[in-house]
């Protein structure tokens, strides 16, 4: 049996959770920072859950690697992590808007008929069905 999980809601939190709290009742102990040493582990449970990601899972994970790593003490990774890490953060930051939209209309729409977008193209979209990708300040809010 497979299941198939929304990219946008990721499973992970939790782990990730479990992590810093592992690893910051271990720094306390031996005396070292707490925060620091929580961040870097929940940065190394999130290159884990990208690497186990499914295809519909991955864009979601990477997004959250952005964000950790953003804020994360990068000189605490290990070399090795940290090469892959600057593989895995070389691309932007993934926006999957447009497979938000996607599964929105396969639920709304049960006939399987899909409109077109009609709206002006040298203009924002209103409707939502604009498949090309638009700069942001051309999709309506
Ligand atoms: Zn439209």
Redesign the pocket.
Known sequence: MTYQVDGRKTVGANERAAAATAAGALAAALGLPVGPHQEVAALIEAVRQVRAATPAQRPARLGILHDLAAAAPLHLVAAPLAADLRTMLADPRPDDRQTFLQRGRELADGSGWEAE???PQDGP??????REEVPDHLVAQ
Not at 125 to 130: D, E, L, Y
């Open positions: 977008c009609e709206c979209c209103f409707c939502g069905r604009r």
